[in-house]
């Protein structure tokens, strides 16, 4: 039996993060983090395309609650107490510089995962925190005020537990086991899997700001578009498929969504297209793209309206200028399936948050049983939310650990 004061459940991001605040707030207590892998923090070395998105500047916690389909409203205090700010500068006095992107997304100067990884490290070995991975959890049980926790490698007892674990199906089982309910996990952040004539041939092509509805439904959002191999995805598609979550799920992601990548109503494009049959009379229409539209996406939306390359502004009729603004402002294309981003896995569902005291973020059922990161039924859109709500339920749970 291997005592502790207090064990980390999982060494991600959240875990790591909790335990060196623990560690550094009262360096008497004997902390350790039980890793399954052979490897930790391997969602960090991944994130961001290896660069590690480390948060979004966004400063103003009303605003930054709103880009979490789940948990906004029980994040609002969370974010009062450690937010944006607060990340930069536990970061900076540890020697990571952070820097900012015109999107908002913050990364390590360094651009590189590693840089977040090595700070991670050091700090544990000098909080003398105890790294233990292959220790995949196989029961938790609490009997009086002592936690019991078997693993594959040995039996631990601690007073205070914190659970940090992500998406793990197996750790949600064993928490529903405690008497905790379980909201069921479905993927949060995807792409759009989308086999249409129009975009089958221009992977790559991005038009930086279109407004995206799924039909039949009151979602939509509006951002960067690109094509891919397999269909569309960025900011526009990727915020969709996080607030729809659990809606496309029940869909079996098969959906129809619209897509205005001009951000014009109908009316006004077949207006300005009337007026460039008159200006550009004796030019092409496959030719010249208009209204910013990527050249290769143009040549395709007016092949789709049946014209040939060499068909002229003059020559274009009324029914031909209304389809061709039809295929600008209200293109309708068939969903069928999802893909990962990149290699990044968010999904929605975890710990039912009714349960838990956003103060503190202990178990309303189990004292002494804390929660961080994913491991909650939270979850956000990309560009750095998702680890900024691990910074601040792990930092608020290791203040509470330690009172």
């Known amino acids: ?52 998105n480390v948060t979004h500047a966004e400063f103003i916690p009303q605003e930054l609650v709103l880009n979490y389909p789940r948990g906004e ?81 040995g039996v631990f007892q601690s007073k205070k537990v914190l659970v940090a674990t992500g998406s793990n199906p197996k750790i949600w089982q064993l928490l529903e086991g405690l008497g905790h309910s379980i909201a069921n996990p479905v993927p949060s952040l995807f792409t759009f899997n989308i086999k249409d004539e129009r975009i089958k041939n221009i992977p790559g092509v991005v038009v930086n700001n279109v407004s995206v509805k799924v039909l039949d439904s009151d979602l939509e959002s509006s951002g960067p578009l690109l094509v891919t191999h397999w269909g569309l995805s960025a900011p526009a598609i990727l915020k969709l498929s996080a607030f729809g979550a659990l809606e496309f799920a029940k869909k079996n992601y098969k959906f129809q969504i619209e897509i205005n990548f001009i951000k014009m109503s109908f009316e006004d494009c077949v207006e300005n297209l ?78 039912d948050l009714k349960e838990v005291n956003f103060k503190t973020f202990e178990s309303k059922l189990i004292p002494h049983l804390y929660f961080a990161g994913e491991v909650l039924n939270i979850d956000a859109v990309t560009g750095g939310f998702n680890f900024q709500n691990a910074w601040t339920s792990a930092f608020i749970a290791a203040k509470n650990i330690v009172k």
């Open 274 to 351: 009337k007026n460039l049959k008159q200006r550009l009379a004796k030019k092409t229409v496959f030719k010249f793209a208009q209204f910013d539209v990527p050249k290769r996406l143009w040549h395709q939306l007016v092949l789709a309206i049946g014209i040939d390359n060499e068909t002229r502004w003059a020559d274009m009729n009324k029914e031909q200028l209304e389809a061709l603004a039809a295929q600008l402002t209200q293109a309708v294309f068939r969903v069928d399936g999802k893909s990962t981003f990149k290699e990044e896995f968010v999904t929605a569902g975890g710990i």
């Open 73 to 153: 409203k029980e994040l609002l205090g969370p974010f009062h107490q450690f937010m944006t700010g607060d990340t930069i500068e536990w970061f900076e006095k540890r020697g990571v510089a952070l820097k900012i992107e015109d999107d908002g997304r913050m990364f390590p100067i360094t651009d590189s995962s590693q840089t977040i990884i090595d700070c991670f490290l050091k700090e544990v070995k000098k909080h003398k925190v105890e790294v233990l991975t292959n220790h995949s959890v196989k029961s938790i049980e609490k009997s009086g005020d002592i936690f019991e926790i078997e693993t594959t490698q």
């Open 1 to 52: 039996m291997i005592q502790k004061d207090v064990l980390v459940i999982g060494g991600g991001a959240a875990g790591f993060f909790a335990a060196i605040n623990i560690a550094e707030a009262n360096p008497n207590l004997k902390v350790a983090i039980l890793e399954r892998g052979k490897e930790v923090l391997t969602k960090v070395k991944v994130s961001g395309g290896g660069r590690c």
